[in-house]
């Protein structure tokens, strides 16, 4: 059964950085687009960087340069790194697979969700 668990939330002060972990189960097929998303209370769902079945790294252009996706595959284990954030960083992470349109990640398509975890950030 497939699975995806997220891990590293926590608190930060503004400037400061964290670094989310994700870890995939059961998912026996390469072809699977993985992305990160964030949920802040009264927004829509917000994808913030994909990995594609091609393994091409996807960022959103509001959080390039600050915010890195990147997967160790022997660990089975995506990560997003979070760097220099802000107060309007602060949301619930979640970590989701695509099965659908894996190569084109289509935001709509993501079919398996991790639990999330919170990030708070302060100024």
């Known amino acids: 059964q497939e699975r995806l668990v997220e891990s590293g939330g926590g608190s930060a002060q503004a400037g400061k950085s964290l670094t989310l972990s994700c870890a995939a189960s059961?998912?026996?097929?390469?072809?699977?687009?993985m992305g990160w998303f964030r949920r802040t209370p009264g927004k829509e769902l917000d994808m913030l960087a994909t990995?594609?079945?091609?393994?091409?790294?996807n960022h959103k252009d509001s959080v390039r340069g600050r915010f890195t996706m990147s997967r160790d595959f022997g660990k089975r284990t995506l990560y997003l790194q979070l760097n220099n954030l802000q107060p309007e960083d602060t949301a619930i992470y979640y970590c989701?697979?695509?099965?659908?349109?894996?190569?084109?990640?289509?935001?709509?398509?993501?079919?398996?969700w991790g639990q999330g975890t919170q990030v708070t950030v302060s100024s």
């Open positions: 989701a697979a695509n099965s659908v349109t894996p190569w084109a990640c289509s935001a709509r398509d993501f079919n398996y």
């Open positions: 059961g998912f026996t097929s390469g072809r699977v687009c």
């Open positions: 990995l594609n079945a091609d393994d091409h790294i």
